[in-house]
C-alpha cells in the first residue's frame, strides 16, 4: 500500500503560478510511475503529468510548456509546479502512483484559476 498526501493548491489569478506536493509513504519502494491527475465539475478524470522511477516525464498536450513535473527522492515526494495558469486549469488534482499493487490515489487538492 502506498499513501499519498497532496498539498498546495489554492486560489490564484490567471498568468499565476502554483506548485503542488505529493509525499509518498508506505511501500514506496515498488512505485514505478507517479503522477498528477485532475479532475474539473462535470468531467472525467484526466491525465496531467506523469514522471517514471527513471526520471522520464510526459505531459497532456494543454499543459506542455507550461507545467513541470519533478520528484526528490530522498523526500519520497513528487511535486507539480504549474506556471502561466488558465481558467480551464481549475480543476481538482490528485496525485498518483503506480507499482505491482496497482493505482494509490490522494485526497486530491483544489486549484482554482480566477480573477
Known amino acids: 500500500q502506498v499513501q499519498l498526501v497532496e498539498s498546495g493548491g489554492g486560489l490564484v489569478q490567471p498568468g499565476g503560478s502554483l506548485r503542488l506536493s505529493c509525499a509518498a509513504s508506505?511501500?514506496?519502494?515498488?512505485?514505478?510511475?507517479m503522477g498528477w491527475y485532475r479532475q474539473a465539475p462535470g468531467k472525467e478524470r484526466e491525465l496531467v503529468a506523469t514522471?517514471?522511477?527513471?526520471?522520464?516525464?510526459n505531459y497532456q498536450d494543454s499543459v506542455e510548456g507550461r507545467f513541470t513535473i519533478s520528484r526528490d527522492n530522498a523526500k519520497n515526494t513528487v511535486y507539480l509546479q504549474m506556471n502561466s495558469l488558465k481558467p480551464e486549469d481549475t480543476a481538482v488534482y490528485y496525485c498518483?502512483?503506480?507499482?505491482?499493487?496497482?493505482?494509490?490515489w490522494g485526497q486530491g487538492t483544489q486549484v482554482t484559476v480566477s480573477s
Open positions: 508506505g511501500s514506496i519502494f515498488s512505485i514505478t510511475a
Open positions: 498518483n502512483a503506480f507499482n505491482k499493487d496497482g493505482n494509490s
Open positions: 514522471i517514471t522511477s527513471r526520471g522520464w516525464t
